[in-house]
């Protein structure tokens, strides 16, 4: 990722919350492919962390949810679950031509699409889609956020700042 | 079990079918004998053990038998009538995943009274549950958990969403603070029925699925199936495209393992041993990709040879300086002594463990076994190629890290040694009417896929055994090992499988 990117990235998040992002992931059906991307993104080649996010293992800390996978029903009360610990404003983002609906027919396994199951923000494409358009998705569900973050009415703001 | 004679000798005649696959026709009683026989063969095990339904509602049951010294796949074929059939795992212990498998897909029991465990069916299946068998559904209740909690101890539930990078997989930890006692596993949630959905497909579609099952073997698996349409159809491949399907194997078996050590630096909190791993990982990927287009070597294959021939001079300027990289990485990890502590004695599985579970690939390599479905059972062009399996000794998962670490040295020399002789080439294959077992080393271990084709030339049934399904059973004996909490996950890297490949 070229360095103006990277920093718009990093300025940006700390604009809107006034720290860093956090991201937690949910595989529902991947084929351990896109795992592995995402795993790549904290390593030094991408270094998630320089630009202010921060992979979480906790829901309730994560303004991202990223998942992956064709949406496996087996797996809806764990999405459902993590997607409403996740606290508001959030993004959701669609991770690879699985989550997109581009390899499973829906049936009686799985929904086939993730959009079938959550409103989905972002559709990162790919199969597996690389860690640079990871990044290149996150820099776009960040905009998703500010624009989210803009709408929330001056009541709720101020009921949040209190 | 009964104790084993040792006899060199299969017990009956079987008829060749394939180079290297013999087949039978037998009924239940002679399964159950033939397997007790084969309990006494040196190194014949158990490889896998399916069922397939006809449309007439006719169960057959197969059970594929590997004879490592003999190179010799021998497949039984049994037909079932009635809700049982002749339950293995009495004898042969490794039998009882797929049988619990078989019971939960075509509703047909093990003649045995030991509880049957849950595997791909989530416990609020409805009637409607997608499954491969016809017949009704069978009660739930006749499935159990292994596990038992009592006394002091409770259990601790893992899942199934977990950290970053790590696939979603339940994990039941039975203990009573800090020492693990016992801890079961629920694969179930990614279970995506790719069995079911190869039925009706073309060779080419259903390689399209193989591949995504199980995506960090994506060559392994998708090799088995290619050979098993091959073998179906009595094609042989052009000796430059089985070479480049080697290549692309062996480049896929070398950033695998570079995967499971960065993994295990990761559990063991070492983060620059990590990050090290990690930067010679990526630089693997994008070998892969200048080689052929595809950072996990998707659509490489094709039913009858391959899709492209690779870039030989990328391969030949990037991947010795990419293997000596992570010698260096390797070395300095096993200088850090607080790394090495947390590895030694860890997660241990004796030679016999891995024996009693047919266990595969470099895990059962690790706790001593000669097994590489590549020196075993050659094809071209392994059969051309000097093989010389790395075995270790310990079965923990620092010996993990040492066969991981010679195979990669060893994969990258037969990389090289191969790139003047690989290249395109593909040709026609359209089995009708016929079925065929293939297999490949993956970087698990032997991959096995059997299918079965129509008149039409469509997949009447694919049954896909990755080695995952192979390996997983072992992992509950590795953490009980008097394992603490926190060396769980070192345990699981170490054993690098996928929960794709077991739910699939
Ligand atoms: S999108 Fe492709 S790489 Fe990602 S999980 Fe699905 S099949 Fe695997």
Not at chain 2, 2 to 24: D, E, H, I, N
Request: proline share 6%.
């Amino acid at each position: 990722m070229s360095e103006p990117t990277a920093d718009q990235l990093r300025r940006r998040a700390l604009a809107l919350f006034g720290r860093s992002l956090h991201i937690r992931t949910v595989d529902t059906g991947s084929c351990a492919v896109c795992e592995s991307e995402i795993r790549l993104l904290s390593a030094p080649p991408y270094d998630l962390h320089r630009l202010g996010f921060f992979l979480t293992p906790a829901p309730r800390h994560a303004d991202l949810l990223l998942v992956t996978g064709p949406a496996v029903r087996a797996m809806d009360n764990a999405l459902l679950k993590a997607y409403e610990a996740t606290p508001d404003p959030k993004a959701v983002v669609a991770v690879g031509a699985c989550a997109l609906g581009g390899i499973y027919e829906e049936d009686g396994l799985v929904h086939g699409a993730l959009d079938r199951v959550l409103p989905i923000d972002v559709y990162i494409p790919g199969c597996p889609p690389s860690p640079l358009a990871l990044l290149q998705g996150l820099l776009v569900a960040v905009g998703r956020l500010e624009e989210r973050v803009a709408a929330l009415s001056f009541d709720l703001v101020a009921e949040a700042e209190r | 079990m009964t104790a084993r004679t040792q006899t060199q000798k299969l017990p009956a005649a079987f008829a060749q079918v394939a180079p290297g696959v013999s087949a039978a026709q037998i009924d239940s009683a002679q399964l159950g004998a033939i397997t007790h026989e084969l309990a006494d063969v040196h190194r014949a095990r158990l490889a896998d053990l399916f069922a397939s339904e006809s449309e007439q509602g006719a169960v057959v049951l197969r059970a594929v038998y590997a004879h490592d010294t003999e190179s010799r796949y021998l497949v039984l074929e049994c037909p079932v009538s009635g809700p049982l059939f002749p339950a293995l795992s009495d004898l042969d212990p490794a039998a009882f995943v797929e049988e619990c498998e078989i019971y939960e897909q075509f509703a047909i029991r093990p003649d045995s009274v030991k509880p049957l465990n849950r595997m791909l069916m989530p416990p609020h299946a409805e009637e409607s549950f997608p499954r491969l068998g016809r017949r009704p559904r069978p009660p739930l209740k006749d499935v159990h958990a292994r596990h038992v909690v009592a006394g002091e101890a409770f259990e601790f539930p893992f899942g199934p969403v977990r950290a970053a990078g790590w696939e979603s997989l339940y994990m039941g930890l039975v203990t009573t603070g800090e020492e693990v006692l016992d801890l079961y596993l629920a694969h179930w949630h990614k279970h995506r029925g790719i069995e079911r959905r190869l039925a009706g497909l073309e060779s080419e579609r259903a390689l399209f699925f193989t591949e995504r099952m199980d995506g960090l073997n994506a060559v392994g698996n998708g090799l088995a199936l290619c050979r098993a349409i091959e073998s179906a159809a009595g094609a042989t491949v052009p000796t430059a495209a089985a070479h480049t399907r080697s290549i692309a194997l062996e480049l896929e078996r070398i950033y695998n393992h570079a995967a499971a050590i960065a993994a295990t630096c990761q559990t063991t909190g070492l983060s620059v041993g990590q990050a090290r791993a990690e930067i010679v990982l990526e630089r693997l990927l994008r070998l892969n990709a200048a080689a052929f287009g595809h950072r996990y070597l998707f659509d490489v294959l094709a039913p009858g040879g391959v899709r492209r021939a690779p870039d030989t001079a990328a391969i030949r300027e990037q991947l010795p300086g990419a293997c000596a990289e992570f010698r260096r990485v390797v070395q300095a990890l096993l200088r850090t002594n607080s790394h090495v502590d947390r590895l030694e004695t860890t997660g241990v599985l004796t030679r016999e463990q891995a024996e009693r579970l047919s266990l595969v690939g470099p895990l059962a390599r690790a706790s001593g076994c000669t097994i590489d479905s590549r020196a075993d059972h050659p094809f071209a062009p392994y059969d051309q190629l000097e093989l010389a399996p790395a075995v270790g000794e310990g079965g923990d998962v620092l010996a993990r890290m040492k066969v991981m670490v010679a195979e990669v040295a060893a994969s990258e020399r037969l990389v090289l040694d191969q790139l003047g002789d690989a290249g395109p080439g593909r040709i026609d294959v359209s089995p009708r009417s016929a079925a065929a077992l293939g297999w490949a080393e993956s970087p698990r271990g032997e991959a096995l896929v059997w299918v079965a084709f129509d008149s039409r030339g469509s997949i009447e049934r694919a049954r896909l055994r990755p080695a995952a399904v192979r390996n997983w059973r072992a992992f509950d004996d590795a953490a009980r090992a008097q394992n603490v909490f926190t060396d769980i996950p070192i345990i699981e890297a170490s054993f690098w499988l996928t929960v794709a490949g077991f739910a699939r």
